[in-house]
């Protein structure tokens, strides 16, 4: 009986006394019965909503060294870069190859522009993110364009689509949350398999309150009382229907006509990938939130924007106030990164996006934001995601709604959320954390809706299975309180929506939870 209760013990709480969800066992009644259920739907993230692995892509090669790079030569290695880019561009795919060394980047005889890359079917691979793989190093700070406004200093590396971004039709009637269809007052622009944007922007009053209730605006929050709700969602088009489109994916917010909700085109590009890279920065002060434009972005590596079905994997970011952000994109998966080094500004962050998946992402360095979400990003999901306990997650204003954070371990206090005056609320409805691991102390009645600061306000969130260092909550300020203390099955929100979805889980999820 003693060895028994030693192994209960040694098991400890995640497996031996998780009971199973009541919020989960409403989610399944929701989706046999045809119902709306409390929990959002958030298997549709990442790459091919979940349904494909990234795949090892075989374009055509474009080994910089053939452009003339020379790794470890501590000499620039931006021209040759730039003309393996343009090569693969005019081909329309290529994988731009970095054999193992050290290539710089943004020396002082460099223009202090950064690197941009135009186009589908391009991929950024070296030969491993280790101390011996393939390194990019930015060796001097971007300056901002605005040394007042410190968010301006753009990234080394940014990957863009474009196109056209024109309004396509105008919503009617409405839509639930969860539901796949809109009706439209005009249908003949609409190609099925396209990828179009369900969006609104509108400050009428009764809208602004329906979006921040049971809260209130405040006068000073002007990106929401006077420039209007804004909700911007990435979808493919299953099929036409009448006057009504049909999505691949669900609707994550719900739609009403009346508030001038409408379609437009989405230019970008697909199929983009960084893989098998270390990133490193020259980043080495103490950092010191919002002191100047080099503390806050002079180091920023990577950038993706209007990317869909994309991805970063197996990269190492050392030494950075910025690892990497997609903004404006559509399922990116970004995947078994680290970062590493000095504690910069922020680590991996969804931004203005639909459905990012941010999985099994260790950041050791500290960050002062850790990952998370920030804009109108919706339907992200930071899965199995770590960091350290002197940080805690990004919910960074401008309207961000629907996250899920599963399975993190790390900090959780107040303030590290973000975001001006202006731009909050932090998150809007539906932010859901499951499972989340505590590893700094506890706090007392933590509040989501501060009444001690302007700078951390949340609307009530959903909160599954919180456990780890004792903290209890103010409980009038969360939707859903379930199994404080203790952790519930099932053990991933992700995991089992997806697998409940496709009836299988998919190989690469458990390949991905091997590493």
């Not at 697909?270 to 434009?293: P, R």
């Amino acid at each position: 009986m003693k060895k028994v209760l030693l192994i209960l013990c040694l098991l400890g709480s995640t497996s031996v006394f998780s009971q199973q969800s009541r919020l989960w066992d409403d989610f399944v009644a929701a989706k046999k019965n045809g119902t709306e259920s409390i929990l959002p739907d958030f298997s549709y993230a990442g790459y091919h909503r979940g349904e494909k692995a990234i795949p090892v892509v075989s374009h055509k090669v474009y080994n910089v060294l053939d452009y003339g790079a020379k790794p470890n030569d501590c000499k620039s290695d931006c021209k040759a870069l730039r003309k393996a880019i343009a090569a693969a561009e005019k081909n329309g795919s290529g994988i731009i190859f970095f054999p193992k060394g050290r290539y710089y980047f943004n020396t002082k005889k460099d223009s202090r522009k950064p690197i941009i890359v135009k186009g589908s079917n391009i991929v950024f691979r070296g030969e491993g993110s280790g101390e011996n793989g393939s390194e990019l190093f930015m060796e001097n700070p971007m300056p901002a364009k605005n040394p007042k406004q410190m968010w301006t200093s753009p990234p080394m590396f940014k990957f863009m689509g474009n196109g056209d971004g024109s309004k396509l039709a105008n919503v009617k009637g409405t839509a639930g949350r969860g539901t796949f269809s809109v009706e439209l007052d005009n249908t003949s622009k609409i190609k099925i398999g396209e990828w179009v944007i369900l969006k609104v922007k509108n400050p009428d009053p009764n809208f602004v309150a329906e979006e921040l209730s049971p809260c209130c605006a405040s006068e000073k929050w002007t990106n929401i009382t006077q420039k209007g709700v804004y909700v911007s969602e990435y979808h493919q088009v299953k099929n036409v229907e009448g006057n009504a489109i049909v999505f691949e994916e669900p609707i994550m917010r719900a739609v009403d006509g009346k508030y001038n909700w409408a379609i437009f085109n989405y230019g970008h590009f697909e199929e983009v990938g960084v893989e098998n890279l270390a990133f490193v920065g020259n980043w080495k002060e103490k950092f010191v939130h919002h002191k100047s434009w080099l503390h806050d972005g002079g180091y920023k590596l990577l950038h993706f924007s209007r990317l869909a079905n994309s991805w970063v994997r197996n990269c190492r970011f050392t030494d950075v106030n910025g690892a990497f952000h997609p903004s404006l994109c559509a399922n990116v998966t970004v995947q078994n990164c680290v970062i590493t080094g000095n504690p910069g500004h922020s680590a991996i962050s969804a931004s203005a996006s639909t459905r990012v998946l941010i999985a099994k992402i260790d950041d050791q360095s500290s960050q002062w934001h850790a990952p998370g979400v920030a804009g109108a990003s919706i339907g992200t999901v930071l899965w199995r995601v770590k960091y350290t306990d002197k940080t805690s997650f990004e919910t960074h204003a401008s309207q961000p709604r629907a996250s899920l954070f599963d399975c993190i371990e790390g900090g959780f206090f107040l303030g590290r959320g973000g975001g001006a005056r202006h731009n909050l609320p932090n998150h809007l409805r539906d932010l859901v954390l499951w499972n989340y691991k505590e590893t700094d102390g506890p706090e007392e009645n933590f509040e989501f809706w501060s009444s001690k600061t302007w700078f951390w306000k949340i609307v009530p969130p959903i909160v599954v299975g919180f456990h780890g260092a004792g903290t209890t909550f103010k409980e009038d300020q969360i939707q859903e309180l379930e199994s404080l203390g203790t952790p519930v099955k099932p053990e991933s929100l992700y995991e089992s929506q997806l697998e409940f979805r496709l009836g299988k889980l998919p190989s690469w999820v458990l390949e991905l939870k091997k590493k």
